[in-house]
């Protein structure tokens, strides 16, 4: 078994949590499966969730209840191993009976409890194995900083280390915590990925505020990575409130610069940690007419195979990232094009131009690498995490269910 590797940002707690975990059974490995973390009454949450048509059961009960309950929320329970995924109405049934046994611990109503699950497609949950763990799972809840690390180690999958960011500010006399945890380091993609993403914080907010906040943070940082390309079923980022800092979210820019970096940092480590990558590489896209634009362009670069691989043995072939900004959709005009590696230019208005190669492929061999690309079609960029692709890549998903 493959020991964990340790996060380096610190745990900040915020007021009104309590997190939980045990060994279900759900994973072979008989690591940590089921994790907890319990809301104080009066919470309030907000989501957002995969793009993919396929979508999972937990993903569907936890987007109604949130509906349902205009937001309202008391705990938040995942199980790691098992995506409950293309598993029809028994998945669904499944899914909200844990939600009902959980409730019936928790003394409030199913339609409180957000599940989420990751792992495995098209496997029925086994819902005894999690009915059986739940009173030691509550009963083992505590609100410490141990426990909220406990809860980031058990919702890991193919990950190689745990994903928390968290950030606390000061507003007057009054302190607001955000506290986020993650998983995912493969079918990771713009629009999500196989990601959850559970944010806490003890700001007053209410729900639509939360997805206003959530929504714009989340078009920064989640829709801006990717390692391989393929949208995952069960993509989940929750952003749950406490309000028990009594320092209200709405208009507070400050706050929201807060919640933006916990999000760009856990954007960050999944990229960090993509399945087999080696390198990161942050695509710099300058001089398009807009955002979306240039987020086109860097999803055709990103998601080349031929680029992907080219990285992966740190080699400076331009030419690839140049045909694959050619065949983005984008009515790019080539002889305006330049590419650059590192601090070099590689390629000057479409065309190769003399560069130390070596410095380019040392720039590429480095575990971070910034490609830069200038459009000459207007003022918008943006900035964006990939990966390259590795035979451990190939390796570790060839191998995933077995």
Same mark, same amino acid.
């Given at each position: 078994?493959?020991?964990?590797?340790?996060?380096?940002?610190?745990?900040?707690?915020?007021?009104?949590?309590?997190?939980?975990?045990?060994?279900?059974?759900?994973?072979?490995?008989?690591?940590?499966?089921?994790?907890?973390?319990?809301?104080?009454?009066?919470?309030?949450?907000?989501? *957002?969730?995969?793009?993919?048509?396929?979508?999972?059961?937990?993903?569907?009960?936890?987007?109604?209840?949130?509906?349902?309950?205009?937001?309202?929320?008391?705990?938040?329970?995942?199980?790691?191993?098992?995506? &409950?995924?293309?598993?029809?109405?028994?998945?669904?049934?499944?899914?909200?009976?844990?939600?009902?046994?959980?409730?019936?611990?928790?003394?409030?109503?199913?339609?409180?409890?957000?599940?989420?699950?990751?792992? +495995?497609?098209?496997?029925?949950?086994?819902?005894?194995?999690?009915?059986?763990?739940?009173?030691?799972?509550?009963?083992?809840?505590?609100?410490? $900083?141990?426990?909220?690390? !406990?809860?980031?180690?058990?919702?890991?999958?193919?990950?190689?280390?745990?994903?928390?960011?968290?950030?606390?500010?000061?507003?007057?006399?009054?302190?607001?915590?955000?506290?986020?945890?993650?998983?995912?380091?493969?079918?990771?993609?713009?629009?999500?990925?196989?990601?959850?993403?559970?944010?806490?914080?003890?700001?007053?907010?209410?729900?639509?505020?939360?997805?206003?906040?959530?929504?714009?943070?989340?078009?920064?940082?989640?829709?801006?990575?990717? %390692?391989?390309?393929?949208?995952?079923?069960?993509?989940?980022?929750?952003?749950?409130?406490?309000?028990?800092?009594?320092?209200?979210?709405?208009?507070?820019?400050?706050?929201?610069?807060?919640?933006? $970096? %916990?999000?760009?940092?856990?954007?960050?480590?999944?990229?960090?940690?993509? $399945?087999?990558? !080696?390198?990161? +590489?942050?695509?710099?896209?300058?001089?398009?007419?807009?955002?979306?634009?240039?987020?086109?362009?860097?999803?055709?670069?990103?998601?080349?195979?031929?680029?992907?691989?080219?990285?992966?043995?740190?080699?400076? &072939?331009?030419?690839?990232?140049?045909?694959?900004?050619?065949?983005?959709?984008?009515?790019?005009?080539?002889?305006?094009?330049?590419?650059?590696?590192?601090?070099?230019?590689?390629?000057?208005?479409?065309?190769?131009? *003399?560069?130390?190669?070596?410095?380019?492929?040392?720039?590429?061999?480095?575990?971070?690498?910034?490609?830069? %690309? !200038?459009?000459?079609?207007?003022?918008?960029?943006?900035?964006?995490?990939?990966?390259?692709?590795?035979?451990?890549?190939?390796?570790?998903?060839?191998?995933?269910?077995?």
């Amino acid at each position: 078994m493959k020991p964990l590797q340790r996060c380096a940002e610190p745990v900040l707690l915020p007021e009104g949590f309590s997190f939980a975990t045990a060994a279900a059974g759900i994973k072979v490995s008989g690591r940590t499966d089921l994790a907890l973390a319990e809301a104080t009454k009066g919470s309030v949450a907000a989501a *957002v969730f995969t793009s993919n048509r396929v979508v999972a059961a937990p993903v569907q009960v936890g987007r109604a209840f949130l509906k349902k309950n205009g937001g309202r929320i008391r705990a938040v329970l995942v199980n790691s191993g098992n995506a &409950n995924c293309a598993t029809g109405k028994a998945g669904l049934t499944a899914c909200l009976s844990v939600c009902k046994d959980a409730a019936a611990l928790l003394g409030g109503k199913a339609a409180e409890v957000f599940p989420s699950s990751t792992g +495995i497609i098209g496997v029925p949950l086994p819902v005894e194995k999690i009915a059986k763990s739940l009173p030691k799972l509550f009963g083992d809840r505590a609100a410490t $900083e141990s426990a909220a690390s !406990q809860f980031a180690d058990a919702i890991l999958t193919t990950d190689t280390r745990p994903k928390i960011a968290s950030r606390r500010v000061k507003v007057g006399t009054k302190t607001v915590t955000f506290l986020g945890i993650a998983k995912g380091s493969g079918m990771i993609h713009p629009q999500l990925a196989t990601m959850l993403v559970y944010i806490f914080t003890d700001v007053t907010a209410t729900a639509g505020e939360l997805k206003r906040a959530l929504s714009a943070a989340s078009e920064e940082t989640f829709n801006r990575i990717s %390692v391989d390309g393929d949208t995952s079923t069960n993509d989940t980022v929750l952003l749950v409130a406490s309000g028990k800092s009594g320092l209200r979210l709405r208009g507070s820019a400050k706050l929201e610069k807060s919640l933006l $970096e %916990v999000c760009q940092s856990l954007a960050e480590q999944i990229v960090t940690d993509g $399945e087999g990558a !080696q390198h990161v +590489i942050r695509l710099v896209i300058e001089q398009a007419k807009s955002k979306k634009e240039a987020l086109q362009i860097a999803r055709t670069i990103a998601h080349s195979l031929l680029v992907k691989t080219a990285w992966a043995g740190a080699d400076p &072939n331009w030419g690839r990232i140049l045909a694959a900004i050619g065949r983005s959709g984008i009515a790019v005009d080539p002889g305006k094009v330049k590419i650059y590696i590192g601090d070099q230019i590689v390629c000057r208005n479409g065309a190769g131009c *003399v560069f130390h190669a070596e410095k380019a492929h040392a720039a590429l061999s480095a575990p971070e690498c910034e490609v830069r %690309v !200038q459009l000459g079609r207007g003022r918008s960029q943006i900035q964006f995490l990939t990966t390259d692709l590795t035979s451990e890549y190939v390796s570790i998903n060839a191998h995933y269910s077995t």
